[in-house]
Nanobody, 122 residues
Framework: QVQFVESGGGLVQPGGSLRLSCAVS????????YGWFRQAPGKEREGISC??????YYANSVKGRFDIDRDNAKNTIYLQMNSLKVDDTAVYYC?????????????????WGQGTQVTVSS
């Protein structure tokens, strides 16, 4: 089992930036895929970014604005979020899985953190 602790969320104005962190512990492999998902009230959980073997993937909704990174030495995954919009308001979760970055299939990701709230509002 893998554990995740997300941090870095908060309240930010539209156009602002936040950097989320996810501390990972447990049974992990260097080849695992690490993903960021988000869930807004009344909506399904949405995969927004993933990194595996140095390759990064992004949902169209965040492409060009968000940047995922991984620090192997610190066992930490980051999500740099720029040009934030009101529609980015959600609880953000990190997770991992053995295999490909299937960010369009949340059901394939088994372990989740508690999430961190991001609110974009003026």
């Amino acid at each position: 089992q893998v554990q995740f602790v997300e941090s870095g969320g908060g309240l930010v104005q539209p156009g602002g930036s936040l950097r989320l962190s996810c501390a990972v512990s447990g049974a992990t492999l260097d080849s695992d895929a690490y993903g960021w998902f988000r869930q807004a009230p009344g909506k399904e959980r949405e995969g927004i970014s993933c990194i595996r073997n140095g390759f990064a993937y992004y949902a169209n909704s965040v492409k060009g604005r968000f940047d995922i990174d991984r620090d192997n030495a610190k066992n930490t995954i980051y999500l740099q979020m720029n040009s934030l919009k009101v529609d980015d308001t959600a609880v953000y979760y990190c997770t991992s899985r053995r295999g490909l970055c299937e960010i369009h299939k949340p059901e394939l990701w088994k372990d989740w953190g508690q999430g961190t709230q991001v609110t974009v509002s003026s």
